[in-house]
C-alpha cells in the first residue's frame, strides 16, 4: 500500500503571477487583496496584505480628497510594488 502511495504523482498549486504594474482600470476600479499579490496561499499573508491595501487605498482617497481618478493611479504608484513581494 505504500509503495502505491508513493508512486503517486504529486499534485500542483497553480503558479502565482504578480498582476501589476497597473492595479487601476483607468481610475474607475482597483485590484487589492489577493488579487494582486503573488504571496501563495498557504504563507496566510493574504488577509494582512488586504488590510494593508485597504489601508493605503483609504489614505490615497484621503490625500486626493475622494478623486477616484486621482486616488487610483496613486494607490498603484503606492502598491504595485510591494504586490511583487
Given at each position: ?26 481610475g474607475k476600479?482597483?485590484?487589492?487583496g ?6 501563495k ?10 488590510f ?17 481618478s ?16
Open positions: 500500500e505504500w509503495e502505491n502511495f508513493a508512486a503517486r504523482k504529486t499534485r500542483q498549486l497553480p503558479q502565482f503571477a504578480y498582476t501589476g504594474p497597473e492595479l487601476n482600470l483607468g476600479c482597483c485590484l487589492l489577493d488579487a494582486i499579490h503573488s504571496v496561499p498557504f504563507f496566510g499573508l493574504g488577509l494582512n496584505s488586504g494593508e491595501d485597504i489601508s493605503v487605498l483609504d489614505q490615497c482617497l484621503e490625500d486626493c480628497n475622494s478623486d477616484l486621482k486616488a487610483l493611479p496613486l494607490y498603484t504608484r503606492r502598491r504595485a510594488e510591494e504586490a511583487k513581494c
